[in-house]
């Protein structure tokens, strides 16, 4: 029994999923977001009708001036050129194409898009908002603290193990996906707030429950805190501060890289805290800082 058009390519992006998978560490979302982006072309293909590994560099260009068109995220469709790229060249390198279709496409011209974050006094307003004398503030408290004070993703904050803090030292070791580590420097407020909630919140949290886990931030569930969950509280929080900016869970990580180089810290130490791969992802807060110094100088200046 023949397989429909839709299963060929289901079949087709499957392979090449496994592939990547095998290759390098991946986050399932990015995972997800390459499945995403092949799908979408092969929605637009079918009409044509014409399969993934039939198409043609003249296809590829127009189905991407199409997507450009709709999409005003230059990232996302960045993104989608550097997707197309790397299953086209796995495609070669199995054989399955006689040439390399995405060879000659024209990168996509980024457009800078800076991320939203919160000035410093705005930072304070959020960390003044869970109340530490609750359980549960005392653990919000300590999982913004350490957000800011280590510039950490959301996702390595909610994974923390008891075992990765060194209170005597002051630091927290973090591996990345990639498998690499970086040790990060808490700060004092930072220790104050995971020692307190240590101290008052984590163990009643814990009653009844299975208290030898070594997860750091748990719920009253004694379970693991989740993405979602945290995520949550954080709007909740904004809201009852009164920020009115679109926040996004990656807020305080984008805070404390520009408040750094606001401060003076330079790009490379800013990458290696971020746990950055390349200086170019990092580059972005040097913009965001200039961007602020502009407001300053027209704001101030006589001659702005």
């Given at each position: 029994m023949s397989l429909s058009f839709k299963e060929r390519q289901e079949s087709v992006i499957a392979a090449f999923i496994e592939h990547i998978k095998a290759e390098r560490t991946l986050s399932k979302n990015t995972l997800l977001a390459y499945a995403a982006d092949l799908r979408g072309l092969a929605h637009w293909l079918e009409k044509r009708p014409c399969e993934l590994?039939?198409?043609?560099?003249?296809?590829?260009?127009?189905?991407?001036?199409?997507?450009?068109?709709?999409?005003?995220?230059?990232?996302?469709?960045?993104?989608?050129?550097?997707?197309?790229?790397?299953?086209?060249?796995?495609?070669?390198?199995?054989?399955?194409?006689?040439?390399?279709?995405?060879?000659?496409?024209?990168?996509?011209?980024?457009?800078?898009?800076?991320?939203?974050h919160l000035t410093e006094a705005e930072v304070e307003d959020l960390l003044l908002a869970p109340d530490p004398k609750t359980l549960l503030g005392a653990r919000d408290l300590a999982m913004l603290e350490l957000l800011y004070a280590c510039g950490?993703?959301?996702?390595?904050?909610?994974?923390?193990?008891?075992?990765?803090?060194?209170?005597?030292?002051?630091?927290?070791?973090?591996e990345s996906l990639d498998g690499k580590k970086r040790l990060l420097p808490m700060g004092e407020q930072a220790i104050e707030k995971v020692q307190c909630y240590l101290q008052q919140g984590r163990e009643a949290l814990l009653s009844g429950f299975d208290d030898s886990t070594d997860v750091l931030f748990v719920t009253r569930r004694g379970k693991g805190m989740t993405r979602q969950a945290f995520w949550y509280r954080v709007k909740r929080y904004a809201k009852q501060t009164g920020i009115t900016k679109s926040l996004s869970p990656h807020t305080l990580r984008h805070a404390f890289a520009t408040h750094l180089i606001n401060h003076g810290a330079d790009l490379r130490t800013v990458q290696l805290l971020l746990g950055?791969?390349?200086?170019?992802?990092?580059?972005?807060?040097?913009?965001?800082?200039?961007?602020?110094?502009?407001?300053?100088?027209?704001?101030?200046?006589?001659?702005?």
């Open positions: 590994v039939a198409v043609q560099r003249e296809d590829l260009q127009n189905y991407l001036a199409e997507r450009k068109q709709q999409q005003n995220r230059a990232s996302s469709a960045a993104r989608l050129l550097s997707t197309l790229r790397r299953f086209y060249r796995y495609q070669f390198a199995q054989g399955g194409l006689l040439e390399e279709p995405s060879a000659l496409l024209q990168s996509v011209k980024l457009g800078l898009t800076l991320p939203v950490l993703r959301v996702s390595e904050l909610i994974a923390l193990r008891l075992s990765q803090l060194d209170f005597q030292q002051g630091v927290i070791l973090i950055h791969s390349t200086l170019t992802t990092t580059q972005m807060y040097r913009h965001i800082a200039g961007e602020r110094l502009k407001r300053l100088h027209a704001q101030h200046h006589p001659r702005a």
